[in-house]
């Protein structure tokens, strides 16, 4: 399975820091990089028309990825950007069940599941994040909770509509805090979430990935990243550093 190395920009660059960041990063990545792994941005959605363009007019080995879609397909909802409008940029990712959407947006499992729906519908991979907070942890209540998120979030999944799917495990307390999963933590999770998906109907072992996010860094990755279980990882603060995510990428053992 190629691995997958997602930078997730978050609320950070306007659109002309956005270019600069993209360009930066596709002089420092090596070329053989770019085609062993899939390299992914994922910025704002106000830079997400520049950076598809640079990226389809010099042709490009890095994807594009949306930080968030609408649970609705159009109609009076202000604000909203839908996943067919996404499609249209060409976008190929889209992240969805982010705890900072969970927590701060009030994003219940029902909302994600519409989502997903949406962004399979249009042949977006969804970037499914899940993942427990420190009391779920400390209480032993979170393969369980993971366990229903998932469930949640496949609900209604068919074969014949689903290319391509990526889990993300993305510990609350893991993400920006500088406390990284230890790759037993990751791998005990990702093992169970990955035998729970291999019995769903829309399974396939070539398109459906497993990855890691939570403070991942070049001081960290290269364990994570080397672990047969783990096929990538989603990176937010050390994405906005060109010297940090190429350094991340680097370390996968090709
Ligand atoms: P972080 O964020 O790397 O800054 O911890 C990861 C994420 O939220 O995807």
Same mark, same amino acid.
């Given at each position: 399975?190629k691995?997958i190395i997602?930078?997730?920009?978050k609320?950070?660059?306007?659109h002309l820091?956005?270019?600069? /960041?993209l360009? @930066?990063?596709?002089y *420092?990545i090596e070329?053989d990089?770019?085609e062993?792994?899939?390299?992914?941005?994922?910025?704002? !959605?106000?830079? /997400?028309r520049?950076i598809?363009?640079?990226i389809d007019?010099d042709k490009?080995?890095?994807?594009?990825s949306?930080?968030?879609v609408?649970?609705?397909?159009?109609?009076?909802?202000?604000g909203?950007v839908?996943?067919h409008?996404?499609?249209k940029?060409?976008?190929s990712?889209?992240i969805?069940? !982010?705890s900072?959407?969970?927590?701060?947006?009030?994003e219940?499992?029902?909302?994600?599941? @519409?989502?997903?729906?949406n962004l399979i519908?249009?042949d977006?991979?969804?970037?499914?994040c899940f993942g427990?907070?420190?009391?779920?942890?400390n209480?032993?209540?979170? /393969? %369980?909770?993971?366990s229903?998120?998932?469930?949640?979030?496949v609900?209604g999944?068919?074969?014949?509509k689903?290319?391509?799917?990526?889990?993300?495990?993305e510990?609350?307390w893991?993400i920006g805090?500088?406390?990284v999963?230890?790759?037993? %933590?990751?791998?005990?999770?990702l *093992?169970?979430?990955?035998?729970k998906?291999?019995e769903?109907?829309?399974y %396939?072992?070539?398109t459906?990935?497993?990855?890691?996010?939570?403070?991942v860094?070049?001081?960290?990755? !290269?364990? /994570?990243?080397n672990?047969?279980?783990? %096929?990538?990882a989603?990176?937010g603060?050390s *994405?906005l550093?060109?010297?940090k995510?190429?350094?991340?990428?680097?370390s996968?053992?090709?």
């Open positions: 399975m691995k997602i930078g997730n920009w609320l950070n660059l306007d820091e956005a270019i600069q /960041l360009q @930066k990063l596709n *420092s070329e990089k770019e062993k792994i899939d390299i992914v941005v994922s910025p704002s !959605h106000t830079s /997400l520049s598809q363009t640079i007019t490009l080995n890095i994807q594009l949306a930080q968030d609408s649970q609705f397909s159009e109609g009076p909802y202000t909203e839908s996943s409008q996404l499609n940029l060409n976008v990712y889209c969805v069940g !982010h900072e959407r969970r927590i701060e947006f009030n219940n499992d029902e909302i994600i599941n @519409k989502k997903i729906h519908s249009e977006i991979t969804p970037i499914i427990e907070s420190l009391e779920q942890r209480n032993d209540q979170y /393969l %369980d909770h993971i229903n998120q998932i469930d949640a979030a609900k999944l068919r074969k014949d689903v290319n391509n799917l990526i889990f993300a495990y510990p609350i893991a805090t500088g406390e999963a230890s790759a037993i %933590d990751v791998v005990e999770v *093992s169970m979430v990955k035998e998906i291999s769903k109907p829309f %396939d072992s070539d459906v990935r497993f990855i890691y996010g939570g403070s860094t070049p001081d960290n990755s !290269h364990e /994570l990243l672990s047969k279980i783990i %096929d990538g989603l990176v603060g *994405s550093s060109v010297e995510f190429v350094k991340i990428i680097n996968i053992d090709l």
